[in-house]
Nanobody, 122 residues
Framework: QVHLVESGGGLVQAGGSLRLSCAASGRTFSRYVMAWFRQAPGKEREFVGVMSWSGVIRTYADSVKGRFTISRDNAKNTVYLQMNSLKPEDTAIYYC???????????????WGQGTQVTVSS
């Protein structure tokens, strides 16, 4: 029912910044909790952060806390991930996901994008 498309990935040097976007189709975007996950080569998909529909709840993984910020523009049906002070270990495919609860488990989310590659060089 809901389709998500990520964009904004690319190659950046360590210490740089990048802003990812996740565009959602349909008129139900505001009903969903939106989360970001990432998967690095040889590793399992891991939680990055989540934001409730109202913006009251924002939760981040310890590894990105203070560097990454999630925001959303309901009028544009888009959620963003602002990434600052990037490190080589941030290199991964980044996915956005939608669900009904602000939790860290990937199985709790109903809708997923195809992912966008982020590569951070040293």
């Amino acid at each position: 029912q809901v389709h998500l498309v990520e964009s904004g990935g690319g190659l950046v040097q360590a210490g740089g910044s990048l802003r990812l976007s996740c565009a959602a189709s349909g008129r139900t975007f505001s009903r969903y909790v939106m989360a970001w996950f990432r998967q690095a080569p040889g590793k399992e998909r891991e939680f990055v952060g989540v934001m409730s529909w109202s913006g009251v709840i924002r939760t981040y993984a310890d590894s990105v806390k203070g560097r990454f910020t999630i925001s959303r523009d309901n009028a544009k049906n888009t959620v963003y991930l602002q990434m600052n002070s990037l490190k080589p270990e941030d290199t991964a495919i980044y996915y956005c996901a939608g669900g009904s609860a602000a939790v860290k488990g990937s199985s709790a989310y109903d809708f997923w994008g195809q992912g966008t590659q982020v590569t951070v060089s040293s």
